[in-house]
């Protein structure tokens, strides 16, 4: 049955603007624990503290289970199946992270993994295990709505409320518990009031301040703001990964190839020469375990003047006779009737380049997904510690399950230790007074939050990117402060624009904590690529971590958690 205690605490404000005849409603929501993010991690977080007897609210700024990164993901697990066992799964993580993960969360995801993932078929995931995989399928280039759509009918099924097209602006708090959050539903302009025992964020990544990614458009990062300006630590930002082999071709939809697609063809420089392959690399072999490495390959051939249009070229005249196989080979014609139909491959090349794929940094958390924040827990990709410098193919989805569910009990568990409710609307009402004097003002060049988000998207693109240095990075510091000073003639003509400034003003606290970080650290480790710093320093075998201090950001190092190079 529904949870029935969701709603029992609910009712309308109305404040008259001095600018505006319009009036700007807020809606309070009362529930024991309140998951933030339509994904894999918010729903098996939402699942998990249902079951253990507790109302819960799911808020999402999209439909839920579809529109992020989990809908469009590749539908595939990294696991101890078959002769891969968990330390194995271990080792190759920390090793493939450079040695920054926290080992305790790393040991946690590896030793619980094959459990957690044959528990989805409870939930009416059709999942199949291979020697170290699993997978989920959906549509074509929605292969993971194999896992959420099931996950949404399951939690739906047990009770939990679900609440979409809200976007959470901010965490409420009562001394130093989260207590709940505020919100705004894009379509109808209402401010809505979450007052809650516990809060779980589960909201994804920031893939939008770049101008090149596969993130879907709603990916802006709200889930680092937020509980950065909470107060919450971060750590690890400047950790953001791209996938080597996107398709930049101009007029076509960004998107990602199958490496084994990539390895059917010739990935070639303006010269014609297959550079990674010159330096010992497959495109297909080594895709899992070396994507940053393949990414500087890339961008390096850019570099050195050996591009086009910021790209490589991708050669596939003559693929479809080479006779390989028939997965491959269907997945491919799938993509040329849907993507590529325009284009005569036999005759032109694709130009191919790194796209924003994944943040390995985020909100730190305990192995319970606990945050610094008594009441704060997170899930998934907005959280940071388990990738290292570096991500291997798989272990996303992996992470979305098996911490949605620890994140998820640990937050039932907390609420159901509460007598009652602390309650405040604060963030509530900043957000309200805020959108209402965004409404209100007049019109100006340049300050239209599509405009800002444009800007901000190019210089990270091609500051922060996958190649950087002091220059670049003092470049995009500059670019974020002119832009943060914009927001104060940002104006919206629309609710749905309004819901833009929300997220535009995400993004610039994002660009500027991972232009910071890329800063502050002084070597090339994993994803992190600095050409005044090309190496890995052992001096840098630490993590940053990142914290608001009052007006200021905060960075500092500390030692890894758990250190024991793998062996």
Known sequence: MPSKAIIHAEYDIYEQSSKSSERIAMRVLKTDVLVIGGGAAGLRAAIEARQANVDVLLVSKTPAGLANCTAYAG?????????FTPKQHFERTVKGGKCLNNQKLVDV?????????????????????????????????????????????????????????????????SGDSAVGAAGFNRLNGEVVSFHAKSVVLASGGAGRIYSRTDNPVGTTGEGYAIAYDAGARLIDMEFVQFFPFGLVEPGLPMFLFNPGIVEMGRLVNTEGKEFLRDAGFSPGRDFIEHRDTLSRLICMEVQKGKGDLDAVLLDLKGTEEIGHGLTMLGEFKEMKRRWLSKVDLDKQCLHIAPLEHYFMGGIEIDEDGATSILGLYAAGEVTGGVDGANRLGGNALTNTIVFGARAGRAAAEHAKSLEGFETSDSSARETEKDLREIRARPQSPGARPREIR?????????????????????????????????????????????????????????AEIVTRCAFERRESRG?????????????????????????????????????????
């Open 75 to 83: 539908g595939g697990f990294q696991a101890p199946f078959g002769k």
């Open 109 to 173: 995801m590896t030793r619980e993994a094959a459990a957690r993932l044959m528990e989805l078929r409870e939930f009416g995931v059709d999942i199949e295990t291979g020697d170290g995989t699993a997978r989920v399928k959906g549509p074509f280039a929605m292969n993971g709505t194999g896992l959420t759509l099931p996950l949404l009918r399951y939690a739906r099924s047990l009770g939990v409320i679900v609440l979409e097209n809200v976007i959470v602006a901010g965490l409420e708090k």
């Open 454 to 510: 444009k800007r901000l998207q190019a210089t990270m693109t091609r500051c922060v990117g996958v190649i950087r240095s002091q220059e670049t990075l003092e470049k995009a510091q500059a670019c974020i402060q002119e832009l943060s000073r914009d927001l104060s003639r940002i104006y919206a003509t629309t609710t749905w624009e309004l819901g833009e400034v929300v997220e535009v003003e995400s993004m610039l606290t994002v």
């Open 527 to 567: 994803a992190q690529y600095r050409l005044d710093y090309p190496n890995e320093d052992a001096k840098w075998l630490k993590n940053l971590l990142v914290e608001r201090s009052g007006t200021g950001m905060r960075i500092q190092t500390r030692e890894i958690v758990g250190t024991k190079p793998p062996r």
